[in-house]
RNA sequence: GUGCCUAUAGCACAACGGCUAGUGCACCGGGUUGUGGUCCCGGCUAUGAGGGUUCGAUUCCCUCUAGGCACCCCA
C-alpha cells in the first residue's frame, strides 16, 4: 500500500520483506468495515426471523417479492429525500461501468413502490400485499447492532388508504416479534399530509428563529433543511425549547386526525401496547400520517440502537416515483436487531434438528453398506450424524458423546458378513445386535417411545421395553 | 462524519521495558487389537500492520486498520 511519510522520518531504505519460506507469506484478507460473516452459531436465530416472517406473511396472505439489492439512485433520492441522512451521507452510490449512478438500496419500500409502478400492479386486484427479506447498505459508522450491510424484513400494503391497515401491520410487527419471544412496545405519531406539514413547519421555524443563537451547528442547518428533525433532537439545549414548541398533532387536519385516532382505537382494542410520542418523526421524507418504531418493551430508549424495527404510511410515494396517486403503508425489521435482542433474552434456536442417531463404521465395507442405511434412515425422516473421517471406533463413539446423540449404530466387518448391526444405547450403553434389514424400523420405534428429554414423564416402562423380541413383531409391519 | 476506549492462539484471559510470550477451554493424536462421558500424556495455533524511542518493546510514542461505546442517524 502506499505510506505517506509525514514527518523527518528519513529515507525509510526499507529492507523489502522478503518472505520467509515456511512462515507465513500473507496477512489474511480483512473484511470490509461494517461488513460481516454470519456464522453457523447465529444461522438459529436468523432463520427464527425470516420463518416467524414467512409465517405470518402466509397468515396475512402477503406475497413474496424479491428486488434488486442495486438500483438507479433515482429510486431513492426523491422519495426518501436529498437532506436525509441517508441519502446524504449513508448511500453507497457510484457510476457502474456503463455510466449510470447506482445505489445499494439502503432500504426497500421505495423499491416496492418502483415495482409497483413498473409492473402494472394497479391492475391487480388491490390492495397488493408484498413482503421481503434481504440485506440492506448504509455506509454508516458501525457500531453494535449496526453494521454496513444489514437484513431486513418487511411489509408493503399497497393500494388502502384506511387506518385499520397502518394498525394491522402494527399488529403483525409486534406479533411476531412476540412469536419469537420478545416483548415490544410501539411508539407512535402522526406526521400527516404534506401540506398540513408543510404548515406546522413553518410554525416550527418561526418558534425556534428567536432561540437560534442556543442551537449547534448542526441544528441549525437543520433549522433550514429539515426542521422535522429538531423534533427528535438530544440537545439537551433543544429539548427545554422543545417542551414549548408547537406540536404536530396540533397541526393536523381533520382528516388526518381522525386517521389517527382511528389507529390508535384499533390499536387499544386489540390491545397492543404503544407510547405516544409525539416526537417522533422518521428519517425518510415519504412518509405521511401514521410513523411509528419498534421498541423493546422496557427500553426507554436509554440504548442506543433500540429501535427493532420502524415503519408507516407513504400515501405520496408512488406519485411521487411517477405513478398514480395510490395509498401505501408498511414496516420493517432489522434482522440483526431482533436477533441481537433474542441473544440477550438468551433465546437460541436450533438451527437444524438435533440428530438423534450416530452411525459409526469400522472399514472400507461397513461405510459402502453404511451410506445405504443412512439413505434407509433419510427417507424414514430421521436424522443421522456420522464422523466418516474417523477410523477408531473410540473416537466416532466420543463424536457420538459430543453430539449428544441417543443411538450410536455400529457396523464392523463381522456385522457386515452377518448382514446385522449394533444399536447402542448411549446412555445405559447397553447394546443389541440386530438384522441390518430391520435397523431403522426399530430405531425409529426406539424414538418414539423415548420420552422425550425435557419432559420429566409418567413413569412409563419405556427402557424395559426394547429387546430382541420387538424385532420380531415389526416384520409382518 | 466527530469524540473516547481497545487490539496477545479458534475462544476467554496472563506476562515490573529483559529468560524459550504463559494458563484454561476448544481442536488433533496417544494411553496395544472393534466401544464414548472422568482421568493421564503429547501436539497445533498468537503479540492486527507499518514506523519510531531503546542495548533490548507484547509493554512507551506515532500512523494505519479493525472492534467497542457515545454522538449523528437508523434497522
Redesign the pocket.
Known sequence: ?M??K??E?AA?L??T?TPIPGK?QK?PP???????DILPDEQGRFTAVRDAARAMADAYSFDRIDLPMLERADVFLRPLGKN???VE??MYTFVDPSGDTVSLRP?ATASVARAYINHGMLNLPQPVKLWYEGP?F???????????Q?H?VGFEVIGVPEPIIDAQLIIIASQMLKDLGLDVTIQINSIGTPEARTAYLTELVSYFRPHRAKLSE?DKK?LQKNPL?LL????PAIQELLAGAPQIVDWLDEDSKNHFMKVLEFLDEMQVPYQLNPHL????DYYTHTVF??WLAGDQGE????????GGRYDGLVELLGGRPVAGCGF???V??VAKAMAEQGLTPPLRPHAKVFFAQ?GDAARRVGLKVFEEFRKADIHVAEAFG?N????Q??????MAAAYTL?L????VLDGTI?I??????A?EIVDVNKVVSLVKKKLTNAPEIAVPATPVPVQTDIPVEVADEEIPA
Open positions: 500500500m505510506m505517506k509525514k514527518k522520518a525509510p526499507s529492507p520483506p507465513k496477512a480483512e473484511l470490509l468495515r461494517g461488513f460481516r436525509t441522512d441517508v451521507k449513508e432500504e440492506m448504509r455506509h454508516d459508522r458501525p457500531q453494535a447492532g449496526r453494521y454496513r444489514f431486513q448542526d437543520r428533525r427528535d433532537s438530544k440537545d418523526v422518521r428519517g425518510l418504531e419498534i440504548r442506543a440502537q433500540n429501535a427493532l424495527g420502524g420493517a425489521l432489522g440483526e436487531r469400522l474417523k477408531a471406533l473410540k473416537a463413539l466420543e463424536a457420538a458423546n459430543k455400529i464392523g466387518q463381522k456385522e449394533i447402542r444405547d448411549m446412555e445405559s450403553g447394546q
